[in-house]
């Protein structure tokens, strides 16, 4: 059930299905979200039950601000606050302490939970009229199976669930890629998944070095090492190894879907072929919208150029990665 996110009555009626522990699809600004509200574990079940999802593989909980996340936290620390002060409203998820008793489900029993203030215009309407019926929170992963393609657009949540599902249609996904997650739940900031912002941008906004992932690290949404797939068969390539391999294959039929940065000789007429952006911003912003594109064909190969060295693209790479390890 598809309703204008731009229509307050929309709004209204969304936020009442979440007040009634129902499902919602959520547009923000990184990718589409399957939501449910966070402080009750009967309609977080269903989260997990619709989606194909561990139990045990947390949530993110969505909040209207700052004031709202802290609700769900037992400690806020120093430096989750510089963090939300630069990047809330927007694509950035910090991992703080949990308060007893609250998300405990979304959190997937951890004593942790991620938190997010998403930007997108139509997702803070929802939370704030969800707020006004008693919603504290809304946990949300991406509204899609569990392992698959992120959607990034309304038409791709329509597609993944029942007809039944009411979906907020908030237009394209401005980012197009899932929040960069730092866990803030240690005395020290830890890099769990990278995004848009960079470590770079990261790192001058806390105030302190970001580690690496650690085995210690709490579980958290998007960091198994196979997710975001297509049904082909994705492989990531270096930009020499694909030209090459094309070259070999030259005058074979090709059930195949190439998305590089240079057009490949021969490649015309014989596969599928997407140009992937220059810039890591626009790379993110059609990534999962491509893909699935490239996956409607029904190619059996999706081969992917590896994007180039540098921070800026380590949110592409991750997501690249991940989906070609499923």
Known sequence: MLLDGRDPAAIDRAAQALADGD????????????????????????????????????????????????????????????????????????????????????AGGQDTVGLRC???????????AARERGVAGVAAPSANRFGRISPTRAEHVVDEFEPGLLVLDGGACDVGIESSIVDCSRGHPVLLRPGVLTRAQLEAAAGEPLRDRDQQAPRASGTLEAHYAPRAKLRLMAGPMLKTALEMLEGAPLKLAVYCRTVPRGVAGRALYRKMPDRPDAAAHELFSVLRELDAEGVALIWVEDPPPGSEWDGVRDRLSRAAAS
């Open 23 to 106: 499902l919602v699809g959520i547009p923000t600004e990184t990718v589409y979200g399957l939501g449910a509200r966070a402080d009750d574990d009967a309609a977080v079940a269903k989260v997990f039950a619709a989606k194909g999802r561990p139990a045990d593989h947390p949530l993110i909980v969505h909040v209207a601000d700052a004031a709202g996340a802290r609700a769900f936290a037992a400690d806020w620390p120093a430096v989750a606050q510089r963090l939300v002060q630069v990047f809330w409203p927007g694509p950035l998820t910090v991992i703080v302490p949990r308060a007893p008793g609250m998300a405990a489900a979304a």
């Open 118 to 128: 998403p930007g997108h215009p139509v997702a803070h309407a929802l939370l704030v």
